[in-house]
């Protein structure tokens, strides 16, 4: 279906479908992450490249749950609860960029305070990655280090 939309409407009038273009994203998103997963040392945790496939796998479920709502939308039963869904998610995006900004701020402050100390702390991205599990309930990550020796984590 997808050929045909292409050679029919040609690749240009393609890509300005947003949904075409999320479509590819999906694939591109899941074949790419396939490919890093392939590259030696992916698979260890620690490692950044480890974390940028976890990334794009999330990131690429996430839009194939946004894809999923979008399709739901066509059921009786299912559309108004979608509709809601999508309502309050339109609502929280002051609240998220806030929160994004807020939560950016306190990894750059920690990765300052903390960079040289920490060996989880060798890039903002770790800090990051640190103040966002802290600020989802995990403060295991906080257990060796200054911040949750002061606060006895």
């Given at each position: 279906?997808?050929?045909?939309?292409?050679?029919?409407?040609?690749?240009?009038?393609?890509?300005?479908?947003?949904?075409?273009?999320?479509?590819?994203?999906?694939?591109?998103g899941?074949?790419?992450g396939?490919?890093?997963?392939?590259?030696?040392?992916?698979?260890?945790?620690?490692?950044?490249?480890?974390?940028?496939?976890?990334?794009?796998?999330?990131?690429?479920?996430?839009?194939?749950?946004?894809?999923?709502?979008?399709?739901c939308?066509?059921f009786?039963?299912?559309g108004?609860?979608?509709?809601?869904?999508?309502?309050?998610?339109k609502?929280m995006?002051?609240f998220?960029?806030?929160?994004?900004?807020?939560?950016?701020?306190?990894?750059?402050?920690n990765?300052?305070?903390?960079?040289?100390?920490?060996?989880?702390?060798?890039?903002?991205?770790?800090?990051?990655?640190?103040d966002?599990?802290?600020?989802?309930?995990?403060?295991?990550?906080?257990?060796?280090?200054?911040?949750?020796?002061?606060?006895?984590?």
């Open positions: 279906r997808e050929v045909s939309q292409i050679r029919a409407e040609g690749v240009k009038g393609y890509l300005m479908g947003n949904w075409n273009v999320f479509d590819l994203v999906i694939v591109f899941g074949v790419g396939l490919v890093l997963e392939q590259v030696p040392g992916s698979e260890e945790q620690g490692d950044d490249l480890g974390k940028v496939v976890r990334a794009v796998y999330g990131f690429v479920c996430l839009a194939l749950m946004v894809k999923t709502f979008y399709f939308r066509g009786k039963a299912l108004f609860l979608i509709n809601m869904i999508l309502n309050v998610l609502d995006v002051n998220l960029i806030v929160l994004g900004v807020s939560v950016l701020g306190f990894a750059l402050c990765f300052q305070l903390q960079g040289e100390q920490e060996e989880q702390w060798e890039a903002p991205l770790d800090a990051l990655f640190v966002y599990n802290v600020l989802v309930g995990n403060v295991e990550v906080m257990e060796d280090s200054i911040l949750g020796k002061w606060y006895r984590i």
